[in-house]
């Protein structure tokens, strides 16, 4: 299995208070991706990065900020958590835009 | 539009049963493509990548339509730990497009 460690695995909030989830790897792949899995949506992409310092956005980004300072960590951060923010939070990485993902085993975060 | 549409089931089918998943999706300049499968409140894995000329792991066997822009994923002799939610994933640019996933149930 890939290497890549996500952190918390479970989170449970307040409306209105920052979170930010970690998301760690070990494979040194230059690609790394955020994702939320809704029920009847699937997977939609927050964020990714495609180096260190650089990123950029996806589908549903807006409420979410990401840092990548180093090769191996992803960070994104709700700054304000919002109810409709409670989901499945997946981080992925790739070797290349079109190389197979790989996904770490998820954060469950419930906003209430 | 959505970049990609999959059926989503559900499939109940015996063991032992063949059964199969297509997936279309929207743009014809789409690069890669992928089958991967996620169990319940776990995340998705590799299930395995798509070729044009199709690919055959074991019991599985994808297959890509670039004119029809469709692929496909057709598992053999069912059991019942294939039960799971199967998502295509097409790349298209730098980004990746998930179907909303089928789910299947092999009953005893």
């Known amino acids: 299995d890939a290497g890549i460690t996500q952190s918390p695995r479970h989170k449970v909030t307040e409306t209105g208070t920052p979170v930010t989830l970690r998301c760690h790897q070990t494979?040194?792949?230059?690609?790394m991706y955020w994702y939320r899995q809704d029920p009847g949506h699937g997977l939609r992409l927050i964020h990714y990065?495609?180096?260190?310092?650089?990123?950029d956005k996806g589908e549903v980004s807006d409420g979410y900020s990401v840092s990548r300072s180093k090769t191996e960590d992803f960070l994104l951060t709700l700054e304000s958590a919002t109810s409709s923010q409670t989901s499945v939070y997946f981080c992925?990485?790739?070797?290349?835009?079109?190389?197979?993902?790989?996904f770490g085993s998820g954060t469950q975060l419930s906003v209430l | 539009r959505k970049e990609v549409e999959q059926d989503p089931g559900p499939f109940n089918v015996p063991e032992g049963a063949t059964v199969a998943f297509n997936c279309t999706y929207s743009?014809?300049?789409?690069?890669?493509f992928f089958w991967y499968r996620q169990d319940c409140r776990k995340e998705p894995k590799l299930l395995m990548s798509?070729?044009?000329s199709g690919n055959e792991d074991g019991r599985f066997t994808a297959q890509l339509n670039r004119a029809s822009q469709y692929i496909s994923l057709l598992i053999r002799d069912s059991k019942l730990s294939d039960s799971a939610t199967y998502l295509c994933?097409?790349?298209?640019?730098?980004?990746?497009?998930f179907g909303t996933g089928t789910s299947l149930t092999v009953i005893p």
């Open positions: 743009n014809s300049a789409s690069q890669s």
């Open positions: 992925a990485i790739s070797a290349g835009v079109r190389e197979k993902l790989f």
């Open positions: 990065s495609y180096g260190v310092k650089d990123t």
């Open positions: 798509v070729y044009s």
């Open positions: 494979e040194n792949h230059r690609y």
């Open positions: 994933v097409v790349t298209t640019g730098n980004q990746f497009y």
